[in-house]
């Protein structure tokens, strides 16, 4: 029995080892974690002020802000298209597009009026109140 006790004895020296090593490990392991957050965080910051920029020095011919421009006015421009698949339109103040359904502009705010609806000629004729028949029928 002799082998086993000391077997038994280098055992718990491995596993103090390994024990160390894991919490070497936990250590480095949340420190990558917290590298990670304040990367993340420096990532958002960049962002915040990328925009800030952005907004800032719209004209600019500047590589970057020109790709921005490009893209955002691309992306309304399909945001547009889906829109107008989906029955939506463009508001006649700003040109944002609008859900079909909505009264008001979602970014400028602006009053949609009726006349909109105009070239939407497939539009259903509301027949909700008129195929509503009185039911005060008493007995
Ligand atoms: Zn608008």
């Known amino acids: 029995m002799d082998f086993f006790d000391r077997l038994g004895d280098r055992l718990i020296e ?14 480095s392991t949340r420190m ?7 990367k993340q965080e420096l990532d958002d910051a960049y962002k915040v002020l990328g925009k800030r920029y952005f907004e800032e ?16 006015a691309e992306i309304e421009d ?12 463009r508001c006649p103040k700003c040109g944002a597009v609008v859900p079909m359904d909505s009264g008001y502009c979602n970014k400028c705010g ?10 939407e000629d497939a539009k259903e004729p ?3 109140e008129e195929s509503k028949t009185s039911d005060e029928t008493e007995d």
């Open 14 to 27: 491995v596993g103090r080892e390994v024990s160390d090593r894991a919490k070497d490990v936990s250590d």
């Open 78 to 89: 399909m945001e547009a298209q889906v829109a107008g698949l989906k029955g939506g339109r």
């Open 126 to 128: 509301k027949s909700t």
């Open 57 to 72: 020095n719209k004209d600019s011919a500047d590589d970057e802000i020109t790709l921005i421009r490009e893209t955002l």
């Open 110 to 119: 602006a009053k949609l009026e009726e006349s909109i609806f105009e070239d």
């Open 32 to 38: 990558q974690y917290e590298i990670r957050k304040k």
